[in-house]
């Protein structure tokens, strides 16, 4: 299956963001949520319209968020990446273009390696300088008690023009001994914008990138809710210092 999912956030003059561009195909579906009235951010869920990514699956999602807008994208569930028969391979391909005194805050639930599954998940992110991130991968190992199929996630960040991420996380079979680094659940949250790099001494395993103001908040545990934990505290953190962050909007889902 091919599909692709597109958001165009724009500033709405009002001091709040409107979306000028919301379409999906399925399993790409979506939806606005949250009050649509005096809201500086504009925020989408994903709703998964059919089962997937399954092998095979070609799937692409494009955000692009002008200046001054801010856009806040979900999904309301964790996606199984699923074999196919025949097997096949499945691909996710997100990328984001985000404009000078644009936020992005790409949030979405984990994605679970079933086992038999070859899924890569690849994202490209573009960013204006001035322009603020917050982008969280989080990864689990099979369901319960199931050993994990391939998957692979491919990160690459770009700050004004200059390569500021790029970040590979592998586990599975073909990824010889990534269960003697990992836990049964990992996550990256990267935080990129003039607050990122002045965050307390509290977060844990989190790394200041060299090139931009941006910092790398990583985590492994035994499940899914332990990594979100440690992600939320890193990120918890760093909000702390920026008075115009609301620590409320990264406790949601």
Known sequence: MRAEARLVAEADGHGGTRLSTVYGEPPLLPRRTGHQQNQTAAEVHLVGGAAGPLGGD?????LTVGAGAHLVV???????????HPPAPSTL???ARVAAGAILDWLPEPTVAVRGCDHLS???VDLNEGATLRWREELVAGRHAEAPG????ETTVRYAGRTILRHDLAIGPRAKGWH????RAAGTLLLVGKDAATAGPRAVNRMPLACGPA???SATGPDARTVRAALDEGAANTLAHDP????????KG
């Open 58 to 62: 070609d799937l692409r999602i494009h």
């Open 74 to 84: 979900r999904t309301i569930a964790a996606s199984l990446a699923q074999p196919s």
């Open 93 to 95: 391909t997100i990328t």
């Open 122 to 124: 690849r994202s490209i």
């Open 150 to 153: 391939d998957l692979r996630l």
């Open 180 to 183: 003697a680094m990992l836990g």
């Open 215 to 217: 910092a790398l908040v």
């Open 244 to 251: 115009d962050a609301k620590p409320g909007n990264w406790r």
